[in-house]
């Protein structure tokens, strides 16, 4: 079992920055495959962003494309999210994500592939 805990959400003006980071538990954490979803208000929980566990394969929503990056560094145990050039749209609640992975090469991009949460963290973007 892994548990994530999910920072760097905050305020920022359109066009700024921000850099995610999600801590994970445990020993296992190069098992893992990670995400990063998101979820605006009324609005479903959203893929933004998914890495294998080597981080060797990423893949980004087309929404997201260019301007953010997700890696991960094992041996802190820790993955992020880089996000430039945001926009009023990016406003959401980020939430990362892990389950096993059977390859050091696979991710997923469905909410329902992974078995770990963590709690969130809110990211505004004021225009």
């Known amino acids: 079992q892994v548990q994530l805990v999910e920072s760097g959400g905050g305020l920022v003006q359109a066009g700024g920055s921000l850099r995610l980071s999600c801590a994970a538990s445990?020993?296992?954490?190069?098992?893992?495959?990670l995400g990063w979803f998101r979820q605006a208000p009324g609005k479903e929980r959203e893929f933004v962003a998914a890495?294998?566990?080597?981080?060797?394969?990423?893949l980004h929503a087309d929404s997201v494309k260019g301007r953010f990056t997700i890696s991960r560094d094992n041996a802190k145990n820790t993955v992020y999210l880089q996000m430039n050039s945001l926009k009023p749209e990016d406003t959401a609640v980020y939430y990362c994500?892990?389950?096993?992975?059977?390859?050091?090469?696979?991710?997923?991009?469905?909410?329902?592939?992974?078995?770990?949460w963590g709690q969130g963290t809110q990211v505004t973007v004021s225009s």
């Open positions: 994500a892990a389950r096993p992975g059977p390859t050091v090469y696979i991710y997923y991009r469905a909410p329902n592939e992974y078995d770990y």
């Open positions: 445990g020993r296992t954490f190069t098992s893992y495959a």
């Open positions: 890495i294998s566990r080597s981080g060797g394969t990423t």
